[in-house]
């Protein structure tokens, strides 16, 4: 991962000051810190571009002589949700290397900033999936959620009957297990809901028996919003579910580095089965 220039200067000092182990963890530290800095920065310009719904062009009834007709070999479209406070805006890199590697029906779905209740957002999330497959023909969507994004998607799943429609979801920087992270933001309900031990994390930790969907759940060792780093990973014994460990990323970055969009690409390409993922979990984006 290249590191802006600004923060050049300072590696040596590091090397001088700190032990060699915690040097190269600051560094780590002060290129992730830069990165993210990089992209907040980017992401507030791209911002007001995001706010409104996408566009959709109709498709013809179906039936009808225009209907274009999914060969069984089309992948199927892919969803994409984005977290907290944010909007569409911030996939518009990972859309652009989906397409680039075959991926033509990609929709995104804005969520209200006013939103307060995740079962509310799974539940548009739903209407919103049938609305694709009525449109496109395909029986089923992947899904890439990012940070709460992620976690409405697998309420979804869990709870609604979403795995008959879901074959791969992909979340990033998505707190399963709830974060602790900005006491005072437990202004917001949409945050209780996502502290440790609350109603909503609570249900998706009942049994899944026969849950049909693919998780993959990409976690980052430098992610400021996950306390504990770990709890983006998913850990269900009902549940078909990969962690992959992101080395070096925030949680900004997330959806935006190109190691990532890789992995992601690759995730939703590849039908995993149990043993498969298994061997793959603790893989290391750098």
Known sequence: MKVTKAVLPFLPLCQRLLPSRLAG??????KATALEIAILAGHLLL?????AQERRTALPPQGSPDTPQLPT???????????FIDNRSVFVLLRRSLAQHGRHQIESLNYSPLTCDIRTAAELLGRHIEEICARTGSKQVDVVGHSLGGLIARYYVQRLGGDLRVRTL???GTPHSGTRVVPLANAHPIVRQMRPGSPVLEELARPAPGCRTHFVSFWSDLDHLMDPLETACMDH???????????GVGHLALPVHPAVAAGIRQALDTETTGAEAARAAGLTVA
């Not at 963890?25 to 002060?30: D, P």
């Not at 070999?73 to 977290?83: A, I, N, R, S, Y």
């Open 170 to 172: 992909v979340t990033l």
């Open 73 to 83: 070999e089309t992948k199927p479209p892919v969803v994409l949700l984005h977290g």
């Open 237 to 247: 014994p009902d549940l078909l579910a990969q962690n992959v460990r992101v080395s």
């Open 25 to 30: 963890l600051s560094m780590a530290l002060l």
């Open 47 to 51: 911002y007001p571009s995001g706010i």
